[in-house]
């Protein structure tokens, strides 16, 4: 895979880089994506699963779910890809990684600064009381409960819940200052989030996606990588090495 040269110019005098990551990025981490052909959506959509009146009308198959993933997620560890971005901090002042995932893996590779659009699986809270439960939950008939009496769910934002406000705030932030913004392992369908490509190029970032097929944001990127991240992330870092030397 040639790099492309515009990108290296682009990361001479960069000093902004921001990683806009989707389930692409944990793919090689053994975690399966939503939409693709082994996506998890595939025999389950989204709206029967991730969505607040489908937790209230069946939470136990909504548990059930959440644990398949924690369960997959617990034994799986960061790739290439993830590390790669980690060692991005060496070579600029500022790395910003924004994910759609839940998986926590951004943050167990090491990466400094992760926002996290969507939640995170490790984290539950009471939908009565609110109480924060982030350590090991206890089932009772497939359903944890608080001990106010009610019942909890994973923090993660469902189809029609707000993204956090700050997390999104300060992604936009991130977003608007980049120099070089880097989409990557996303299909792009889901906004807000989405809507940061779109963000990146208003404000005139440099947008390199890096993804396995083309996408909706494919058009509006600068460099189109076709490939794994876990291969093409690692390489971009050694072409990098070399000019940063
Ligand atoms: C909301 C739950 C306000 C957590 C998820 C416009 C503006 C605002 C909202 C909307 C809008 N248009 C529509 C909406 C509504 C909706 C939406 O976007 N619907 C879409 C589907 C049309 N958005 C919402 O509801 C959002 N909330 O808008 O609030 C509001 C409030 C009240 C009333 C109205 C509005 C909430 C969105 C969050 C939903 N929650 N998940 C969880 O359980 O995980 S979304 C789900 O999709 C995941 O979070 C995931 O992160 C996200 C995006 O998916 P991807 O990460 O991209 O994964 P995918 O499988 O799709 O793609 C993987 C890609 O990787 C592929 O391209 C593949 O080619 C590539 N790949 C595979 N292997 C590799 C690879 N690439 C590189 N290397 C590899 N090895
Ligand atoms: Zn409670």
């Known amino acids: 895979m040639e790099v492309d040269s515009r990108l290296i110019n682009k990361l001479k005098e ?44 069946n939470p136990k198959l909504v548990w059930e779910w959440y644990q398949y993933r924690k369960n997959i997620i617990h034994n799986s560890k960061p790739n290439a890809g993830h590390y790669a971005m980690v060692e991005f901090e060496k070579y600029f002042p500022s790395v910003t990684v924004i994910t759609q995932n839940v998986d926590n893996l951004h943050k167990r590779a090491g990466s400094k600064i992760v926002y996290e659009l ?95 097929e083309t996408t909706e944001v494919s058009k509006i990127c600068d460099v189109n990588f076709q490939g794994k991240a876990g291969e093409i992330l690692p390489r971009i870092l050694d072409k990098l090495k070399k000019i940063k030397y």
Not at 121 to 143: A, M, P, Q, S, V
Request: proline fraction near 4%; hydrophobic fraction near 40%.
């Open 118 to 212: 969507h939640g995170n699986i490790e984290r539950n809270f009471c939908i009565k009381c609110k109480k924060r439960y982030d350590t090991e939950l206890e089932f009772l008939d497939g359903i944890p409960k608080c001990d106010c009496g009610g019942m909890i769910r994973p923090d993660v934002v469902w189809f029609g819940e707000y993204l956090p406000a700050d997390q999104l705030k300060n992604s936009e932030l991130a977003t608007i200052s980049s120099d070089v913004f880097f989409v990557v392992g996303t299909s792009a369908v889901v906004y807000p989030a989405a809507g940061l490509v779109y963000t990146a190029r208003q404000y005139g970032s440099f947008i390199v996606e890096v993804n396995t």
């Open 14 to 57: 960069a000093e902004k880089i921001v990683f806009f990551t989707g389930a692409g990025i944990s793919a090689e981490s053994g975690i399966p994506t939503f939409r693709g052909e082994d996506g998890i959506w595939n025999k389950l959509s989204p709206e029967e699963l991730a969505n607040f009146n489908a937790f209230m009308r």
